[in-house]
C-alpha cells in the first residue's frame, strides 16, 4: 500500500469506525500490528502511558511491590521484575515541597531499594539512601521530602542494589517522577500533549532463564532482545496536525545507548536531565545514555507518518557491537489538513543561568582491567569515603575515561553544568546529572555545592560496570 493509499485509508477509517473515533492502523500490508490496541484520548491507538500517581495536599503516598512473573506483552506475556506486575511502574506526580512516602516490598528473591534518580533530595536516613538493603519478604518505607525550591523536570526511580541494579533495571524496574514547575504553565506549553516514555531494553522470554547472563555480557554491558516505549514494541498512535506534542524520555536501559533522530516533524530539545531550558533549540540527533532524560517538543504540522528512529551506536568495547542496527522507536500518524503548530521560543522561569565562579578543581578517572571496573583505580567500596566535599564550595570536575568503551558518568543528589568535553556534542546547555565520557576522552561540569549534606555515590549508568565496581562514595558536609 502507498504512502497515499495509506493516507487516504486512515481518514476514510476515521469516519467508519463510529463510536471510538477510532483511526484503524490494522492490516496495513506489510506493517501489521501485533498488539492490542487501548484507546487513549478518544483515538484507537497502541501507544500505552504508565498509571499516574500525583501528591495530594503535598503528600504522594503509595506501595511499590517489587515481583517477578510474567507482564502483558502485545497479544501474548513475557517474563519480567515489575512494581506490581507492570513496567515501567506508575509515573509519580509531585510539586516541589512535597513529601513522597513510598513503601518498597520485596517478594523478589534478591535484595532491593529505591533511588529517584536526578532528585535534589537527602540521601541518608529513608529518604533517596542506596546503602538501604531490603532483603527478600522485608519491606522499607522511604520518605523523600523534596525542597521548596526543587526545579521541575523529569526524573525516574529504579533499584540500586549494589550487585543486582543491572539484572532488576533490564528486567523492567523503573518507572518515571515529574516534578512540576510554574514554568510548566507557559501556555503554548500546558497546550501540548504530554507524553511519557520510558525506554527499555528487555530480553523476551517466558521465564527467569533469559536473565543469567555471560561474562561478555557483564563486560559490555547486558542488551535486550528488542526496544520498548512504556513497555510496548514499537508503538504507534495517532495525532491532529496543529498540534504540539511535548515527550519526556527517560533511558531506563541498562547498557543501550539510543541515538535518536525524527523523521517526519522537526525535533526541539527544550530539557534535558535537570529539567526545561529557557530556548528549547531544533536539533538533528540526540545521543540518550543510560540515566538521561531530554524533553523533545514535536510541531505536527503536516499529515503524515512521523517516526522516532534509534540509529546503531558504537559504544565501544573488546568485539561488542554497540547497541544493534536502525530501530524504530515509536510511529505517530498525522491526520487533518496542514496546521502549523504553536512552538515556545521562549519558556519564562525556565532559563539556566551560567555556573558560578570556581572554588576549586577535582579529577576523577574512570578505568577498566579484564573483568574490573574502577574510579580513580579502586573498585566500590561502602566503607570508604572517595571525595570529601563541603557545602559552598563550587568545584569543576574532570572528568577522564581511559577505556575503550564509554561509561555514562551519574551522581547523585546534585545536577551539574558540563563545560566541555573530547566530543563536543555532548556538551549541553541545560543541567545534568549524567554525562558520557567517551572511551579515551574526558567531560569537565561544574558542580555547585550548595546545601544538602550527606554520603551518596557515583558511577557508571552502564549498571553492569556499576555492579562490578565501577562506583565511588563522596560525603558532602557543613564546612
Ligand atoms: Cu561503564
New binding site residues.
Given amino acids: 500500500m502507498s504512502q497515499i493509499d495509506r493516507r487516504r485509508f486512515l481518514v476514510l477509517g476515521a469516519g467508519v469506525v463510529v463510536g471510538a473515533g477510532a483511526l484503524p492502523l490494522l492490516g496495513c500490508g506489510s506493517d501489521p500490528l501485533t498488539v492490542s490496541p487501548t484507546t487513549t484520548g478518544g483515538s484507537l491507538t497502541t501507544f500505552r502511558s504508565p498509571s499516574e500517581i500525583s501528591s495530594v495536599d503535598g503528600l504522594l503516598e503509595t506501595t511499590l511491590t517489587a515481583v517477578s512473573g510474567m507482564v502483558p506483552f502485545g497479544d501474548s506475556e513475557r517474563w519480567a521484575y515489575s512494581y506490581d506486575g507492570s513496567s515501567p511502574g506508575p509515573t509519580l506526580r509531585v510539586k516541589p515541597g512535597d513529601l513522597m512516602r513510598i513503601l518498597v516490598r520485596n517478594k523478589l528473591d534478591n535484595p532491593t531499594n529505591l533511588h529517584t534518580h536526578g532528585l535534589h533530595v537527602s540521601p541518608e536516613g529513608n529518604s533517596d539512601n542506596v546503602f538501604v538493603s531490603i532483603g527478600p519478604g522485608e519491606e522499607f518505607l522511604f520518605e523523600i521530602r523534596l525542597p521548596e525550591n526543587h526545579r521541575g523536570g523529569t526524573y525516574w526511580y529504579h533499584p540500586h542494589r549494589h550487585g543486582y541494579v543491572a539484572e532488576q533495571v533490564a528486567g523492567g524496574m523503573a518507572g518515571m517522577i515529574l516534578v512540576e514547575d510554574d514554568y510548566d504553565s507557559d501556555p503554548v506549553l500546558a497546550a501540548a500533549t504530554e507524553r511519557v516514555m520510558v525506554l527499555n531494553d528487555p530480553k523476551i522470554a517466558s521465564d527467569s532463564s533469559a536473565f543469567p547472563t555471560s561474562m561478555m555480557d557483564r563486560m559490555m554491558?547486558r542488551e535486550g532482545d528488542l526496544v520498548t516505549v512504556n513497555g510496548v514494541h514499537h508503538p504507534r498512535l495517532s495525532v491532529s496536525t496543529g498540534s504540539l506534542e511535548r515527550w519526556r524520555l527517560v533511558n531506563a536501559s541498562s547498557s543501550r545507548f539510543y541515538d535518536l533522530s525524527l523523521a517526519g516533524a522537526p525535533m526541539m530539545l527544550a530539557g534535558n536531565d535537570g529539567g526545561l531550558m529557557g530556548t528549547p533549540q531544533e536539533i538533528d540527533s540526540l545521543l540518550l545514555a543510560p540515566g538521561e532524560r531530554a524533553e523533545l517538543l514535536v510541531p505536527v504540522t503536516d499529515s503524515g507518518s512521523i517516526n522516532l528512529h534509534s540509529h546503531y551506536y558504537n559504544r565501544g568495547g573488546m568485539g561488542g557491537s554497540g547497541s544493534a542496527g536502525t530501530t524504530d522507536l515509536v510511529t505517530l500518524e498525522a491526520v487533518g489538513a496542514p496546521a502549523q503548530a504553536a512552538v515556545p521560543t521562549r519558556i519564562k522561569g525556565a532559563e539556566i543561568s551560567p555556573p558560578p565562579a570556581i572554588t576549586g578543581r577535582r579529577s576523577v578517572e574512570?578505568s577498566?582491567s579484564g573483568m574490573s571496573?574502577r574510579f580513580d583505580g579502586k573498585t566500590f567500596d561502602p566503607a570508604r569515603i572517595d571525595q570529601h566535599l563541603v557545602l559552598g564550595d563550587v568545584e569543576e570536575w574532570t572528568i577522564t575515561n581511559t577505556?575503550m568503551?564509554?561509561?555514562?558518568f551519574h551522581i547523585h543528589v546534585w545536577q551539574f553544568q558540563v563545560t566541555d568535553a573530547s566530543d563536543r556534542r555532548l556538551v549541553s546547555p541545560g543541567l545534568k546529572d549524567t554525562v558520557v565520557v567517551p572511551a579515551g576522552g574526558w567531560v569537565k561540569f561544574v558542580l555547585n555545592i550548595t546545601d544538602i549534606p550527606g554520603r551518596a555515590v557515583y558511577h557508571?549508568?552502564?549498571l553492569?560496570?556499576?555492579d562490578q565496581g565501577?562506583m565511588g562514595v563522596f560525603e558532602a558536609t557543613v564546612a
Fill in positions: 554491558g574512570m577498566m571496573f577505556s568503551m564509554d561509561h555514562p557508571c549508568h552502564i553492569d560496570h556499576e565501577m
